[in-house]
């Protein structure tokens, strides 16, 4: 069993940045892990994934250039750096772990609120 625990979000001003940590309990080194947001009355949507070894990550095409996605399987955490952040980058932020950065996610965090005022 795999446990997930955001921590890292608030509110910031647009232009400034925020580090987001996963943190996971369980045997997470061999799953590929992932972080999805979901802003207010709209879907959850994919941000950025990267694989079991840290390589080949993957971003949407709005957060390129401002996002990255790290992970250390040491500490078992995966951590998102988000800057210039924008005020549409405003939402829940979950990491989540699964077998293939691009396929289905098995398991989920409670998720951290991100809040980016203009």
């Known amino acids: 069993q795999v446990q997930l625990v955001e921590s890292g979000g608030g509110l910031v001003q647009a232009g400034g940045s925020l580090r987001l940590s996963c943190a996971a309990s369980?045997?997470?080194?061999?799953?590929?892990m992932g972080w999805f947001r979901q802003a207010p009355g709209k879907e959850r949507e994919f941000v950025t994934a990267?694989?079991?070894?840290?390589?080949?990550?993957v971003y949407v095409d709005s957060v390129k250039g401002r996002f990255y996605i790290s992970r250390d399987n040491a500490k078992k955490t995966v951590y998102l750096q988000m800057n210039s952040l924008k005020p549409e980058d405003t939402g829940v932020y979950y990491c989540?772990?699964?077998?293939?950065?691009?396929?289905?996610?098995?398991?989920w965090g409670q998720g951290t609120q991100v809040t980016v005022s203009s």
């Open positions: 990267i694989n079991w070894n840290g390589a080949s990550p």
């Open positions: 989540a772990a699964g077998r293939n950065p691009l396929g289905q996610y098995t398991y």
């Open positions: 369980g045997r997470t080194s061999s799953y590929a």
